[in-house]
């Protein structure tokens, strides 16, 4: 398929699997209807972009976000994940001005510049976790984002965290966003660096592609920074302030490294399921890297039992989609020694800080996303 910005031919294909649609813990009757739907990522190397090359219709993709549950840092999930793009807005925005967040899920990152003496806060969300705001200070629009939401030239900042890699054209929404900004407007995105290879991420964003993007847009790039966190890019609507590009890379060579990561990653979690051969494999997190890595495990029939946990309590007592595997809560294991757990998701250190308060004693323990990224 030729790049969808670009239009070469000149593609490089570096991962392919097969997972269920859903990418997170879902009641039962949706979960045994998950269809299983290939998944193509090829990276451009003429623009360094990456993309999904058999994505969800845009009637599916609609459907699941607005009926998406994502991390809830308000309830000690997923609390780091925001702090690099908090402090990145606190250094490019004015307490005073307009700010967007588009995809602003419960409002975490509003609320946590309210209490920085940020005034003039808002946000987009398309899913009911937009009702949890509650927040007479914070200006809440249920729905998606289009040139319409606001008037021209009446926002001072858009920020996206972890939302731009969902959009099916996204190069129209960036163009959305232009219209809706002031001349001195500033536009804050992090994305996943290559990673998070599933069916609603749609693209994959490189340093190189984003200062190919800026210059056709005559945009400027102020700064690209790497985070534990993400892809951090700054864009301006003027161009009078000099760039500062932190970082920089091969998009070819960093697709190819990644996914050779996390095919690394699945082949020790086999060898972690067959260590603990006969016994119960505790598993932390029910998020997309849970579905791929579990999807993985099915086809290889491990011997040993699996058992899903997750602290967020909108997703216990839901199924993981492509299994049969149900979402417990980790307040029944309070004070117990597990001797195998696997934790799937990218927040390693909140994890086992919160089982230490339980008393969950982890004798030995398995960091997908760590083995992925290296970081």
Not at 72 to 89: H, L, R, V
Not at 129 to 137: E, P, V
Not at 352 to 373: A, L, Q, R, S
């Amino acid at each position: 398929m030729k790049c969808p910005y670009c239009g070469s031919e000149d593609v490089f294909t570096f991962y392919e699997m097969v997972y269920p649609v859903h990418l997170y813990a879902v009641p039962k009757e949706v979960a045994v209807k998950t269809p299983l739907m290939p998944i193509v990522l090829d990276v451009c190397k003429g623009c360094g972009l990456g993309y999904n090359t058999t994505p969800p219709d845009n009637d599916t993709l609609e459907e699941i976000y607005k009926n998406y549950v994502y991390i809830k840092p308000s309830q000690g999930i997923g609390s780091t994940k925001n702090i690099n793009i908090i402090n990145t807005i606190k250094k490019y925005v004015k307490p005073d001005e307009r700010l967007v967040d588009i995809g602003c899920s419960e409002g975490f990152i509003l609320k946590n510049l309210k209490n920085e003496g940020f005034t003039n806060l808002n946000g987009v969300e398309p899913s009911a976790m937009a009702d949890n705001i509650k927040d007479s200070d914070i200006n809440v629009i249920r729905g998606f984002f289009s040139a319409d939401t606001f008037p021209e030239k009446s926002v001072d900042v858009f920020t996206l965290s972890h939302v731009f890699e969902h959009f099916p054209d996204p190069f129209q929404i960036f163009k959305d966003m232009l219209k809706c900004l002031k001349d001195d407007g500033r536009i804050i995105i992090e994305v996943p660096d290559f990673e998070g290879y599933h069916h609603q991420h749609l693209f994959y964003y490189s340093p190189e592609f984003f200062m190919r993007f800026a210059d056709d847009l005559g945009v400027a790039v102020r700064e690209i920074a790497d985070y534990s966190t993400g892809l951090m890019a700054v864009f301006t609507k003027s161009k009078t302030e000099p760039a500062e590009i932190k970082y920089n890379y091969d998009p070819v060579k960093k697709a190819q490294e990644t996914e050779k990561r996390l095919k690394s990653a699945f082949e020790k979690l086999c060898a972690f399921f067959d260590k603990h051969k006969g016994k119960t494999v505790y598993w932390w997190g029910s998020g997309s890297l849970s579905i791929m890595a579990l999807a993985y495990l099915k086809e290889l029939k491990p011997e040993a039992s699996v058992q899903v946990i997750d602290n967020d309590l909108s997703r216990q007592g839901n199924f993981i989609p492509g299994t049969d595997l149900p979402v417990a809560s980790s307040e029944n294991l309070a004070g117990k020694n597990l001797d195998a757990v696997v934790i799937a998701s990218s927040f390693v250190k909140e994890i086992i800080d919160g089982n230490k308060k339980k008393g969950i004693v982890i004798n030995d323990f398995f960091p997908i996303y760590d083995y992925w990224t290296g970081k």
